[in-house]
């Protein structure tokens, strides 16, 4: 059983990502907010799944996808909104936008626009907390793409050779960009790739947060205890186009409805809590309300910011 | 004359070698099931099959050095690395395999293959999808490197790169592919490689540039005529190996030489010009030189740093005037 | 039962490889072969297995430890010999070394400076040779440590994905330079690693020639039929210091001895064609004397020959 | 003064920043059991143990990104290259990682870290072993770059290098390794960076070198002298951030300027002085600038080869003997 605060939390975290994502492609569609804008809609059991076994002492480093972690990791959203609209007031103070969001003070160690680029920073964070003595961690996402890079073997053989505590998360959401991933992956499961280093490899249902977190708390466990790393693959589908704007031609609208409509992770969770008891209709529609404000805040709070001074363009290089 | 896009001139570029030469195949990410993110793969699946015209995993390393293979084997391949900004990737196949393997296998083979590799500032794509890094390509002997500025010479410089017998790197600025320029239908347009283009000829100053900063390089140059001075613009073309003769007589003739791109100005290709012009042409200039670049940091991603990042052409105009 | 011009075979290309590698050594230490040169002495079984089982249309990508497999897959000593003096008249005119190795006329593509360089080149090639139509293969060679270099992953991968004829032969010698193979790599068998590509992981005692030919065999068959590729892993013993004139500091004298004394691969072949009656010592002295006189006029052709002038710098940089 | 070799004076800068910040760690290939291929880690694990000398697996992309995650999580690595041709298989995590993170993230941190690359031609190593490539660093905003010349200064910028927050990539010539020199042992030697020293005074001609090549430079310096030709060397020791004040100062008073490295000259830094100098020190010149760099081509095996591709004492000797 799980404690109530618990499911909100998850519910909190699941809705804040959905409709924080929600706006920015209504302000992308705009044309408010400059760059690629890449959505993490239906892919949200994953992030809170997951960091919700986490401390801030814990790092993560994410993706080109990177919104959901960066909130599941317990980043501000006005900041973040303030970020991709290239204010002065977001967490890069606009140098970065959406691809290089971070909140270092939560240890969400940065979005990458380089597919793998994450791989070993993760596992340096994790080989740095050993050094030190500590027993934090550190998590990389990353896709189904990503898992073809030549860092995701180097990174893992590393961290196996050397029991770190890192936890390679692989959001499995069938597609890298307009590829299926099964034209140009030589395994239907990522996670078989885990007998090649000798760690365990698990796959779950990335759309059953309960699933997500379990089987995270268990690799957070194997690591904090200095068991070594766990590759996770969480099965999932990208719900929107790669990027926003995306002409999507490689597939049907249809096939993404009914994926989403028979799958979305957030109406599953809604059922299940509802069902059992957990938490009433009215506790939840609370929690939207109360995230739906936090958005329109945050984009209040991005317009109102200011772009930053030309002179800005050489702060922050070296120190 | 018929005008075409930048985009759609390197797909004919493709069409019409992949016509002539059935070894030549592309293979890259994201390029056959939708035609590549500007359009400029669209449709080369259906003529020439997927076999032809190959998605690839996310392995860039893999994406070269299975060109090089290929090459070695007797095909002509075209790896497309989506942005330039993910050669760092695949660097180690680029420069040790790619460049070196004809010359420290003492001229057993070739290696014909292009790097098809799209550049520059985008929309806001900030630090790591917005680089132009083309001078490092320079300093590696081995390879050639090209830049086209327009439709003609997009079409015309890639049809002579899958033609030539060397590793050839052939750059395409991403704002650029939407620009149309005239390219004539009837006749073969082959742009030959290593030999640069006076644009517009002129007495007082020599622009040189290539790329996308051509455009700025001929706004100014308009501009500057009407304050009346007359500056020639010579377009590069190819980065390697650089035509000096081309940029030695165009300075000897107007005593004055400005050098733009969009790269980072230091270490830039800008500084190996500086430096031919500063040896061999010393005695013709009649002021210092001025290299236009990009600013010192990365490519910030908020629109207004991106464009107080961006060399452009009153960058230019103002270099040329403290030559006077 | 083995065709005897095959025996005598495997044992000629064997004892070519061991006394080529004798003179290098002699050669490189008295200072007359410039440069860095690793040996390949008591892996002969591995690299002769396998080509045994190529034709000259197929491809092999080599190592930094390259004598071994260019003398295997047909290459001439004289002008091999010639290349590691740096003279005019070697496969490179001098310009590649031993590290730069190739013959390109029986489809030796090089050997290759940069650990791990070669997986992606190879696998090229069999793209090729699929495209062609052909029924030819590639084949590149490895170490254990070269398997934990990122290139590994991104060759297998696509290779296994778009079932290219290419096989993948790692010849674990339990050492990557001075490091013992399993502090570093994360998993005892290599051939492991198949399983994360979806294809066959085979082991064989890579000092006994049979099990090699015989394990190369089905995987060059599988590759020939378009099955696609197969990780092969044969464990041997690296008997000499990594380079020629390494301290070897981080092992002991006794313990290489031992495993050479007790695991020769030309021993263990000679034991079993004699035990067996397939050859007579007799011809096995004979075929060691033809070696040794090749071997012999091979460094008479090298110290006969020019170094290349100061113009040939130039050529063949460009076509 | 004492005289230890430069491979010792690295050694040496590790120890004491070691013994002096438990942060600061190192890892690389085979620099643990044997003490590195030129001695440079020699004894290392015994004082710091193996948790701060690590051996990794042949992974340069794992080297490098966990050098730069470990910086992110408040540690000091030093990761080692083991050989600077090496760099092309990391470069994305050098230029797209290290050199951008604290830049993209808005100054949120830093990535104190440094890389050792040793470089440059030795015994025959051929084109994969043997190359000098720091000026594509020159063109990467968010790193600084060194490169000694002799063992103080391969001391002193090192120490520096581990202290300083920011990416550092620091260029070590394998054939200096041996190289003896005076390091004093009482005090401790710290070279600032992004200061070029003048290692020379002279009146006629600027010569600007680093690492070996500054041995031919002052050769020639000395050779010339008994010509009656005074040479300034300046030695640039940061070869980014350049410094372009001594280096114009130095050329107001001599007037001429010869740039030696052994890097390919095409592209080289010397095309950075080069043009920095024709930029903001044209009125200075009194003779055409020479660059002597290596040839427009990989580093061949053969030893005659190998001898003609360097640049070498003479070609300075006859550069600046070109100006006169
Ligand atoms: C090294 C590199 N190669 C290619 C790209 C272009 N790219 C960006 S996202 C993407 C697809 C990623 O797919 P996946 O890893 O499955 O993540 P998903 O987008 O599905 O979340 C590609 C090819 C890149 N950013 N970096
Ligand atoms: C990319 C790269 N990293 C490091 C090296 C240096 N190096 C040369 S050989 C070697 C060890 C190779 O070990 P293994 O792959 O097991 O082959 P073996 O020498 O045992 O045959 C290393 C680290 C290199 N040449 N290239
Ligand atoms: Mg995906
Ligand atoms: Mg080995």
Not at chain 1, 32 to 59: M, Q, S, W
Not at chain 2, 52 to 75: H, K
Request: a negative charge; charged letters at 25%.
């Amino acid at each position: 059983m799980y404690d109530k605060e618990l499911l909100k939390d998850f519910y909190t975290t699941m809705v804040r990502i959905r409709y924080f994502e929600e706006k920015i492609e209504e302000m992308s569609l705009k044309g408010e907010i400059p760059g690629f804008v890449h959505l993490y809609i239906g892919e949200e059991a994953i992030a809170t799944g997951v960091c919700k076994n986490l401390t801030r002492k814990d790092y993560i480093q994410s993706t080109h996808r990177g919104h959901g972690h960066t909130i599941a990791k317990g980043a501000q959203l006005d900041k973040m909104m303030a970020e991709l609209f290239g204010k002065k007031t977001g967490y890069c103070k606009g140098k970065g936008g959406s691809m290089h969001i971070a909140d270092f003070s939560v240890g969400m160690l940065g979005a990458n626009g380089i597919v793998g680029g994450g791989f070993n920073l993760a596992t340096g964070g994790a080989l740095a907390e050993k050094m030190k003595g500590t027993n934090n961690i550190a998590v990389v996402f990353f896709g189904d793409g990503a898992s073809n890079r030549g860092t995701f073997h180097e990174a893992i053989n590393m961290a196996a050779a050397w029991k770190l505590p890192v936890i390679f998360v692989c959001e499995n959401n069938e597609w890298a960009s307009t590829t299926p991933y099964l034209e140009q992956t030589s395994v239907k499961d990522i996670a078989d790739r885990a007998v090649g280093y000798g760690i365990p490899g698990v796959i779950v249902d990335g759309n059953d947060i309960f699933q997500v977190y379990e089987a995270a708390k268990t690799a957070v466990e194997r690591a904090r205890k200095g068991e070594g790393p766990t590759l996770l693959e969480a099965k999932t589908y990208r719900i929107k186009g790669h990027f926003v704007g995306d002409p999507e031609m490689y597939r049907t609208k249809e096939e993404v409805k009914e994926r989403f409509n028979s799958n979305d992770p957030i109406k599953r969770f809604e059922e299940n809590v509802l069902s059992s008891g957990s938490l009433t209709g009215k506790e939840l529609a609370e929690i939207r309300e109360k995230v739906m404000l936090e958005v329109k805040k945050a984009v209040d709070f991005a317009e109102n910011s200011r772009f930053p001074e030309v002179e800005e363009l050489y702060t922050d290089l070296y120190v | 004359m018929r005008k075409i896009s930048f985009s759609q001139a390197t797909l004919e570029a493709m069409q019409e070698e992949m016509r002539r030469d059935k070894k030549v195949f592309i293979l890259g990410e994201d390029i056959a099931s939708q035609g590549g993110i500007f359009g400029q793969f669209k449709g080369l699946p259906k003529e020439f099959g997927h076999d032809r015209v190959l998605d690839t995993p996310i392995s860039e390393t893999a994406i070269v050095g299975t060109a090089i293979g290929a090459a070695l084997a007797g095909m002509r391949p075209i790896a497309d690395m989506h942005f330039a900004d993910f050669m760092g990737v695949c660097m180690d196949e680029i420069f040790n395999q790619m460049a070196k393997i004809r010359y420290m296998f003492g001229g057993q083979t070739t290696v014909p293959m292009v790097i098809r590799a799209p550049d520059g500032i985008v929309r806001s794509a900030a630090a790591q999808h917005s680089q132009s890094i083309e001078a490092w390509f320079l300093h590696i002997p081995g390879i050639k490197v090209v830049a086209p500025s327009n439709p003609y010479d997009a079409k015309g410089l890639l049809k002579a790169a899958i033609r030539d017998d060397n590793p050839i790197i052939y750059f395409e600025n991403k704002d650029l592919f939407r620009q149309l320029g005239e390219v004539p239908e009837e006749e073969e347009v082959l742009v030959p490689i290593g030999k640069a283009k006076v644009a517009k000829e002129g007495k007082d100053v020599t622009i040189i540039s290539y790329s996308i900063m051509m455009q700025n390089a001929l706004e100014a140059a308009t501009l500057m005529e009407r304050e009346g001075i007359s500056a020639e613009v010579v377009d590069l073309r190819t980065i390697s190996p650089i035509d000096k003769e081309t940029i030695l007589k165009s300075v000897a003739k107007t005593k004055r030489l400005l050098i733009a791109h969009e790269a980072v100005k230091t270490g830039g290709v800008g500084a190996e010009i500086a430096a031919i012009v500063a040896e061999e042409g010393l005695d013709y200039l009649d002021a210092h030189i001025v290299r236009v670049g990009g600013k010192f940091t990365p490519v910030p991603f908020s629109p207004t740093l991106e464009k107080a990042y961006r060399p452009n052409t009153a960058d230019i105009v103002n270099g040329v005037k403290g030559m006077f």
